[in-house]
Every structure is written in C-alpha cells, then in structure tokens.
C-alpha cells in the first residue's frame, strides 16, 4: 500500500512551515521515511533524506545557506534536488562529490500547501485539479494535525455518512457548531459508485414531506480526500500517513465564488469546528488521549452525543480509540458501511494491481479530481439515475468559476 | 496460567468506581484483555470487550443510557449481557442486531467488590466465601491499588512469613506502624499443607520463655488470596493481574465481630500501614519506581530496615524491583521459601491437569474458603499435629459468627 | 565486541557517586548489566549484580552496613567480592550460605575514577598508564555524563579532526571557548599508524607562511580513549557502553606539570566548552534531544556552524542525531575517514581474534598507555617519518614529569 501512496503527489507541509528564503529546515517523517525540508536561496523547497550521505548527521541541524542545506558535522552542502555541491573535508581536487546524492524527492507549492512526490522518477503524476487548490487563496483556508492512528481509520470516518447522526448529534441544537448537518435520519439508503478518480457514494433520506429524497453526494478521490456536500464554504480532509500508526490530517475549507468571511474563519479556528485547537507550537491537537479528549460525562448527558466539545475532536477520539491500527478481523460492517467496503476494495485492487506492474490511472489524471459534492432533493429513487442527471454538478464544467 | 484464572470469579472493581445507575463507564484491564464495565438503569454491571463489535471504536466513550451502553460512533446499544439492543445505523426491518454479540462476562457485586467471570460459560464457578467477604459491609473496609510487576511477585510476598522480620522491621518501635508483628526470629521452623482451597502453612518458633511454639498459621487460596494471622482486626491480599507485567491488588481488612473503629481505618488510609497512598483520582501508589518509593536513606540508618515509611510500599518496592517479569532460573531459593515453593507448585500442577482437560476443585466449592489465619502458643512441634489440634480455629463451624 | 571490552579495565564512577564509607548504593548499568555499587565500611567499593542471588530483589534498596551489602528482603548480605557473609532467614546450622555466591565484579580506584574489571578472572588485565591518571589530582579535573547513541558514534568523532573545522566553527571568535583550536583547512592530509596500544593519527596542514608543514597528532586507545594535541593543560574522552544505545563519556583534561587553575576549571565547568551542564543531581546534559539541544538558529546564522552554544553539546547533538545506532551500511566515508576507518578495523580484528582465542596485546600492558598527543610545525611530508624524528615527544620517557 506503500507503494500506492507513492504513486501520487502528497501534501506534506503548510507552506508556514518554510516561510522565506534560507529558513530554517524542519523535519518531516511521510510514509515512514525521516526527511528534511528546506527553502533555499531562491525559494525552492528541497526534500532530502534527514541523515547525511556522509556519516549519517541530522541534516535537520544543517545551515541553510546560499542554495543549499550544509550538514554542519563536515560541511557537505546539497541543494533541492540532493546534488552534492560542496565537499570541503575531502581534498580540493576529489571528484567523491560528484558520486555522492543525497536521497532527495521532487516538492510543489500548489493549492496552498506543500507537495512531495515519493515515487518512482521515470513516472510523471500530475497535480490533482481539486477545486479547492484550484481556487484563490482568499477563498480558502487550509489546516493541519497530527492524529495517533493508520491513515485508513479516519479516511473511513470520511466515507461514512451514517456516524454523522450519531457521533456529532447535538441533543440541544444551539451548540452545535456552525452547518453541521445534524441529519435525523441514521439510517440512509446508500450507494456508491466507481470513478476514475475513486468513489462518489450517496446517501439518500426522506425528504420530511415523503414528497422526493434528500440526497447527499461525497466524493472519496485517490488516495485519500473526502468531499463533503453541505452550503458553501465547505470541504474536507486528507490524510498523509506518517507511519503505520500515524497520520497528518490535511483539512481544506473554501467558496468557489468568494473570499471567506470572517466570521467562517473564526469559526474554524475555534476548535470547536471542524478543525481542533493545537498545542501551540506544534499540530498535535489539544484535546487528546492524554486528556480523554476532554470527556465531559455531565455534557455527554445534555448536551452532545459525546461530551466532547469540538466536531473535529469526537472523530478523532473514536479513531484513535480503536487503537493505532485496528485488526479489522473483529468488525461487524453492516449496510451503513457499504462506502467504507468500497474504499477499501478500491485500495486493495489497485495495490494489488501495482504488484502486477498495472499502474493505478488517477495519479496521471489531475483532471479526474474535477469534481464537486451535492447535497438536493430530487425524485430520483435510484443513485445511477441521481447522478446521471445531476452530473453537470457532479463535475462541472466551470469548476471554481461559478456555483 | 491465564486459563486457570479464567476459572474463578476474580474482584476486578470497587463499587465505588460505579456508583449509581446510568454512571460514567470505566475501563478495566483484566488478564490482559481490555474491558468496559458499566452499572445500568436498573443497577446491574456489565463488563464489556472494549472495542465496539461494529467498526471498534471504544465503549468507554459510549453513553449509558436507559438500560444500555450506547456506542457514540454508530449508536449501537448493548446490554450487560452483551446482547445489541438497537442498532440504528442499520434499515428499521434490518435482523441484522441478532447476529452481534458483543463479548461480555457476568459479574456479581459481592464482599464489597464487583467480580467478574471470564470463564467458559458451561462451568458454574461458585463465589468463594471468604469470611472478609461474608462480614456486614461495616466490618470490613477494602482497598485496591496497581502494581507494576507480575501477580506472583506480589502473591510469594504473601506467603513468605520470613521477610516480615526484615523487609518490615523496625529498629525503632515506635515508628511501626499497627499490629506490625516485628518478629525477631527470623528463621522460622516452616511447614506447608497442601488443602482443597490452596495451601495452609505453619511458620514454628519457640517462645520467649522455652517452654512452648508460638505458632503462625497464615493461608494461600486459589488463585491468590492471602489470610494473614495476628490479632482482629486483619485481613490479606488479593492479586489480580491486569497482564503479564501488572497487578491489581485488593486488599481486605476486618473483624468478624463488630464494625471496624475510626482509629483502625485512619490507620489504614494513612499511607503507612497496608495500604499506600494514591495518586488523587487514580489506583497508582504516590510513592513509586520514579520518585525511588520515597527512600530516605538517614531512615534506613535510624528508624526501619529499608528507609521506606509505609509498610506496603517497602513491599512493593521490593516485588517491583525484581522488574516486570522475573527470571526466576536466577533465585536461590531457601528453606525459608518452602511456601513460596509449594505455591508454584500447586500452580504449575493446576494448570497442567486443566491443559489435560481436569478441572480444578476449588472454583465450584466456595465453602472451601471458609477458613480463618490463626496465631496460637502450643506445643506441638509438628505442623500437622498442631493443625489437627486446632481445627475447629483454622475452620470454624461459625465464620463470621463467632471469634 | 562486548566480549573485548571485558578484556579491559573500565572507568564506571566518579569517586564522589561513593563518597564516604557506608554510603548509600548506587546503581550502575555498564555492558548491558545492571549492577549496584557501594563502598564498605574500610572503604573498598564492591559491585555486584543489582539482583539479589535469593529471589532477585534490587540490591540498590540494599542497607550498606558494617563491611557488606544486606538485601532488604531477608536480609542476605554481602560483601565487596560478592561473598555471602549472613543469611539470617536459614537455621543457624546452614551451610546454604557458603553455596551461594552474588555475581560481583573487581574495581579499582586510580586516576580519580572507580574502575571496573568485568571479564575473566583468570586473566590479569592492568590498568592503563594514562598520564591523566597518573597526575597529581590537583593537575586534573575529571567530568562524567550520558548519551543516547552507541560507543562508537562517540568514539568515532574523537578521531576525526576534520569535524574541527565545521562542526565547532565559529565565525565570531570572540565567542569561541578556551582554546578550540579553528582550524582554516578543513581537508588536512591525513594519515593513521598501528600502535600496540591502539592507533596514533597525524593531521597535516600548510602552515600559513607556506614553509612547512603543522602537525597535529592524535591518539586512539583501546578500548575507547581519545588523547588531543594542543596546549596543556588538555585531555580527552573515554567512552564506557552502558548498553547499545547508550554511553557513558568520561572527560579528563590535566596540566603535567601544575595544577590546574581557577580560571582554566571554571571555563570547563561553564558547560560552553568541552563538557556539558548537567541536570542538577544527575549525569544526564541539560541541553538534549528533547530541547533540540538549544539549537537557536539566529545564532547559526551569526556566530557559529550549529547555532549551538556548549561545543560538547555540538558534538552530542550530532553523535546522537545519527540514531541510537547508525546503520553504517549507509554511509559514504571520504578520505577524511580514515582514522574513522582504521579504528574500526582495528576492533573488529580484535573482536574476530578474540573469537578465535587469540587475547588483545593492551589490556595486559599497562605501560603501552604512556603516550602523548602532539601539535607541532615540522618539514616532514610522510607521518612515518615525523613520527620517528618526534618519537620523544610522542612517547616521553619522563611522562608526567616534564613537559
């Protein structure tokens, strides 16, 4: 699976990371590897493995000087692309520098945030055209933190429209933060259908005058982003395995139409939204096992389904509650989880699929990713025929540019 | 070992942490398995697998409402006996609930503690009737705490009359805390009698005068009680592993014939005597393998053998200290370890007939534990004439009636 | 490779962690043994395995009393050379005693450390004839502290002058301490040579007027010694594993033919020169992993190479920056490795010899440690040669007694 997340571009940083030219290097551990980034002289994000080619020093203590991180152990300097460009131990005359490449991957400043690709080099991904990347950086807001759990465990959380009645039901309304779609229905009739960019599944409910359907489109796209319908602004999330049994959370937010507001800002900072308060200086949320999320029992009797107060913080709470990597072996997936069985299917096929040499298609389609959530009443009953004609906003064509 | 475990009703809360109906969950680790207990609308406990048989997230975030536990992810609700009440994430006409079960044990409120059972279902163990457990809540008080090493560390204390004289002795009397029996002779004359609940042994000195035996009869029931002689009010300990490298530890104190005085229990919540001092709001021990048990080395010169001021806590840095999980190749036991010998012994030989399919005696007869401790000056020299002579006072026909 | 250190006499104390006769144990982990130290009432230091040879309790909570050890437990004690002199928990007629014997080691104290001697007794090791340790005590200073890396990543950066000029540069030499030696010419010709006590390695530079040549040589003894050239007084670092990830740096720095003075003490102990500051009351640097080792990195921009302040913490960053233990199959050494290299194949010669019977030359000549480092301007080209003209001053016949 490794293998298949190295096939795409992945967020890695929040450009704030390396905000100016010559600043500081910070380390990054994505898909089990300890790397480091830097901005050099000319704002060029370099990606290097943390050790030193040399003698294995963390390059995280380097000097990043005039293009380039120099390892401070015996001042070997690499620029972005890990090219050795200085060797100032070895004797003027050796060509050793030439022989020597520190292990570098290619990076991207894309959509607000910061890209790395981990794959082979003879391979050519493309950008995924997310609308949300596509848009202005005034119409969007984008956040980041860590969770303590495989990346697969809350990417389901994402699929599954169902807990949405459950794990963030509000029993007094007023408390319930911003349009969380507090749905009464816990049992929609679901559906799901392959895309070449991953999944589109729908949920269907009843519309409270039983006249038509209320139905909810979401998008899962490769290997790891969530759509999520709902009245602009809205969006989703994306989760970059740090390890086995960690995960960066990239969170998107944005309006096709017009800046953000700020009051939605504030909103989202809150930590009581979709986005958790961190502890400053760091992306690992507040509000934690340590803490058991701040479980207050008294609240969970009155006000919420929890007692936990931030939307972002009950996901991240059952999440990681099932442990770091959870043996699947144990579950009872029921019809709600028919999403969850999809993605899953997906992931495997194409893992599996990559072991047979047969290349996954999305990666080289950014294109693919010019999709939309939707939330509509319609007649529809069945998720094809739903689709099928409201598949001018399923994919528009104006992407960004209009409602 | 843990199979002969599982054949017993094992003390795994104090009813205090499930005070009252519809109360916050609690989270038990017992034989290595993570539980959820939980006391219902209507009184009863339940004691759960962690992890929702749905998609695994942690019933100790679930809500306890009328007559259920609620999971938060999903709203799946189980009742004590593990049976899914609702499960309403799933279509109204759905059956679906009758297929799960989530792993649930049955407990008893008993003695003042909350027992569970983790056992094959077809076995009918029976609650052992220890007089402490019998006693009218008043009588008796109870205490539980967490140690950080194996339960038989902990157990072969119990049964090892010799290290009283060291470990708890005190060059200044008046520092020893209670009925501490500073014995001086260190080297008892030992003799163990195998019984139908465990073990009896004898620990033989002369008296002061010569003319007689002072007599110690302490016992060691299944799986790891011990009843502790001396003067009423006393009691014993009972160790309850949490897995393979940490204990529960129950103690019980009591007299079987009035309730016990403020003096006594001040006495016992000091921190000094049997019992340690906890950390606020937890069942770990203030004094612990980070702060080195509070060792105060001018103490250990001047007022007790081991500058440690409580008497439970010289034990448990004593058992803790030998690490997690002793290797045990590495002991050189002695005559004064012969029930420390026998114990193992039974143990070892329990759990081999069970692998043989033969089932121990003492679980399904709770009337074996109708025993009491006993200190007495006789002169028999022989253990099993001594034991003879007064069985009337190591098995009394009035438990608890009666001195 | 464990096995060769067992050949050797071993630094493993500071005097003052055993003060006074009867003084409270201390624990000592060396070569992945837990074991405990203490110092008997004439004043011998005794180090035994930490658990009791009974039933495994930590000696550490052991009473130091009039010339032995007691084990808290049942009061076994023992005395320096690991003899069991009471067993008070055995009849008095017992002869258990004389069978049972507590693993204990020799130590010695000389050069103001304690040393230990942990291979077999048959063999008859001597301690090394450092000059350091043969000085009057008023002519060194002695420092101890951990790090969390192998031996060798330590040792390794002892032999490598080349990380002179990068790692502990300073642009601002006003910021400088003591007499670091910044050196410009950060390729030196390099050059090792065999010794019997370990290797002696030259470093040679242009001088400045272009007329010959400064030599600076080093010395490497085993098992981890490391002697530095420049003005005395100056020193050096052994490196003791206290298991694979983890290490013990003893520091000496000695003037040969005065005392040290205020000044030249107080600067050592500023924790900004080549010993670090210490955690009040342990031996753990203040400056660590945990804390980026201050890293500040304004002060990396401006006034030295790492934008750390202490040069032992410079080192220590790096050493453990690498991992608890570098996965060397990784590297790519350079011809300013070649001490780094020769060290290693020196060990790992003695290490195979010693697997084939054949014992190390040093451990048993003591003598073979009277050497000197070295700085000094001279025309030879070839090491080979500088070193015999300058063999006097490299192996002084009047060691510690002139200059």
């Known amino acids: 699976m490794g ?8 967020p890695v940083l929040m450009p704030s990371e390396l905000p100016t030219p010559d600043c500081p290097p910070v380390r990054v551990r994505i898909l089990g590897e300890d790397l480091v980034a830097f901005r050099d002289s000319s704002g060029r994000v370099g990606l290097l493995e943390e050790r030193c080619a040399h003698r294995g020093a963390s390059l995280f203590f380097g000097r990043n000087e005039e293009c380039g991180l120099r390892c401070v152990y015996h001042g070997w300097k690499y620029d972005v692309e890990g090219t050795c460009l200085e060797m100032p131990n070895e004797p003027a005359e050796s060509s050793y520098r030439q022989k020597v490449k520190q292990n570098a991957y290619p990076t991207r400043e894309y959509g607000g945030l910061i890209w790395a690709y981990l794959g082979p080099s003879e391979l050519a991904p493309e950008l995924p055209a997310l609308e949300w990347a596509l848009a202005c950086p005034d119409q969007r807001a984008l956040f980041k933190w860590e969770y303590n759990a495989g990346y697969l465990q809350g990417m389901e959380g994402e699929v599954d429209t169902a ?8 029993f007094d309304r007023s408390f ?3 349009n969380l779609n507090t749905l009464v229905d816990g049992a929609p009739q679901l559906a799901v259908q392959d895309t070449d960019y991953g999944l589109m599944y729908g949920g269907r409910r009843r519309t409270a005058d039983g006249q038509g359907y209320n139905w909810r489109v979401s998008h899962w796209l490769l290997p790891t982003y969530s759509l999520l319908p709902g ?12 390890d086995d049994e960690h995960t960066w959370v990239f969170a998107y937010y944005y309006h096709p139409h017009r800046p953000l507001a700020e009051p939605e800002l504030a909103r989202l900072h809150s930590g009581l939204s ?3 308060a961190l502890i400053p200086g760091t992306f690992r949320p507040a509000v934690n096992a340590e803490n058991d999320y701040g479980l207050d029992r008294e609240m969970q009797r009155t006000v919420n389904f929890t007692g936990i107060a931030g939307v972002s913080d009950q996901d991240r709470a059952i999440v990681e509650s099932m442990g770091p990597l959870y043996d699947r072996s144990k579950e009872h997936l029921g019809t709600s989880d028919v999403a969850v069985i999809a993605v899953r299917r997906i992931l495997m096929k194409l893992a599996r699929d990559l072991q047979k040499g047969i290349e996954p298609f999305a990666p080289s389609h950014g294109d693919a990713y010019r999709v939309r959530a939707l939330e509509a009443v319609a007649q529809q009953e069945d998720f094809g025929s739903f689709a099928e004609a409201h598949m001018e906003r399923l994919r528009p064509g104006d992407l960004v540019m209009a409602p």
């Open 163 to 170: 807990h949405l009645t459950f794990l963030h039901r509000y």
């Open 231 to 242: 009245d602009f602004p809205r969006g989703g999330r994306c989760y970059v395995p740090i």
């Open 176 to 178: 319930a933060p911003g």
């Open 3 to 10: 293998e298949l997340f190295r096939r795409f571009w992945l």
């Open 274 to 276: 979709s986005w958790p």
